[in-house]
T-cell receptor
Framework: GAVVSQHPSRVICKSGTSVKIECRSL??????MFWYRQFPKQSLMLMAT?????????EQGVEKDKFLINHASLTLSTLTVTSAHPEDSSFYIC??????????FGQGTRLTVV | EDQVTQSPEALRLQEGESSSLNCSYT??????LFWYRQDPGKGPEFLFT???AGEEKEKERLKATLTKKESFLHITAPKPEDSATYLC???????????????FGKGTKLTVNP
């Protein structure tokens, strides 16, 4: 089946540094990918929609300058958490639609900012 | 506003004790309804997509059904390895041009005791 691969699965960084998370569609092309954030014991919260070749669309309340999204190709989207702080610690997940019908998710990235 | 409500929030079953999880939704138009399984610290794993009322899909001990207002995920003779959080999401029809956003419920945490 279709696979979305996310890397890294875990990352620990110091406060003030930036972290890049990659999301790849392995066997299909995705013009649109989605980035979610999940807090403990809560459901997924959509952060932004990543569009290949154009600017990302951010949900209300999500800081564009804090969470930089780049969708440089049909198989790769990246989320960069800039100047990370402890409150940015969370579980980040990406997803992509296959043929506009089925949405597959990456394995998730656990970010811990110390 | 599109909404998804899952019940119960948590469910404990004995091994072999069949039950159902509910997903009620309100949406102006439905492109599809998704069921996912999520294990702790991992991204959601795709289970089913249902597109129209009356549709049913099965996979091992799981069976998903859909009506115009709700979906059920039936679990027959569950095993401890079925323990996970089950997420329901709707893919609404966006009258303004085809948004791909999913609307998630909060999930049902299923625990199956041996």
């Amino acid at each position: 089946g279709a696979v979305v691969s996310q890397h890294p699965s875990r990352v620990i960084c110091k406060s003030g540094t930036s972290v890049k998370i990659e999301c790849r569609s392995l066997d299909f092309q995705a013009t649109t990918m989605f980035w979610y954030r999940q807090f403990p014991k809560q459901s997924l919260m959509l952060m932004a929609t990543s569009n290949e070749g154009s600017k990302a669309t951010y949900e209300q309340g999500v800081e564009k300058d804090k969470f930089l999204i780049n969708h440089a190709s049909l198989t790769l989207s990246t989320l960069t958490v800039t100047s990370a702080h402890p409150e940015d610690s969370s579980f980040y997940i990406c997803s992509a639609f296959l043929a506009n019908t089925e949405a597959f998710f990456g394995q998730g990235t656990r970010l811990t900012v110390v | 506003e599109d909404q998804v409500t899952q019940s119960p929030e948590a469910l404990r079953l004995q091994e072999g004790e069949s039950s159902s999880l509910n997903c009620s939704y309100t949406v102006s138009g439905l492109r599809g309804l998704f069921w996912y399984r999520q294990d702790p610290g991992k991204g959601p794993e795709f289970l089913f997509t249902l597109y129209s009322a009356g549709e049913e899909k099965e996979k091992e001990r799981l069976k998903a059904t859909l009506t115009k207002k709700e979906s059920f995920l039936h679990i027959t003779a569950p095993k401890p390895e079925d323990s996970a959080t089950y997420l329901c999401a709707v893919h609404p029809i966006d009258s303004q041009g085809g948004s791909e956003k999913l609307v998630f419920g909060k999930g049902t945490k299923l625990t199956v005791n041996p």
